[in-house]
């Protein structure tokens, strides 16, 4: 059973990494130099990850996964920064305070 503070989180970075609402999404150069038909696959493989375990996800807050797409592994993360993406945020269950940027790339990478 998750905390409150925790299951806020969580909905926050669901809706970023399935709707890409509340946040920022980044791709890397190895993301982008494979062109925007793969792009637009990770972006659907990302939005329909659901293997989260204890070993991806040992804070149940969804901020990681990693999917094959095409032959590639492919990297995603969810970070927490201040508004001036400056900082580190201290809130992230606080969508007012707190700036998720999901970053994804290639595996390699990382």
Not at 32 to 38: L, N
Not at 44 to 51: L, N, W
């Amino acid at each position: 059973m998750i905390n409150a503070k925790t299951a806020s989180i969580r909905a926050l970075n669901d809706k970023l990494r399935r709707e890409l609402i509340g946040g920022r999404v980044m791709v890397t150069p190895g993301i982008t130099a494979e062109g925007g038909d793969f792009l637009r696959a990770v972006l659907a493989a990302v939005s329909q990850f659901a293997d989260f375990n204890p070993d991806n996800d040992p804070y149940d807050e969804h901020d990681f996964g990693a999917v094959d797409v095409c032959g590639q592994r492919v990297f995603w993360k969810i970070d927490y920064y201040n508004a001036d993406l400056m900082t580190g945020c201290d809130r992230p269950e606080d969508p007012l305070r707190c700036t998720r940027v999901m970053t994804i790339m290639l595996a390699e990478e990382y």
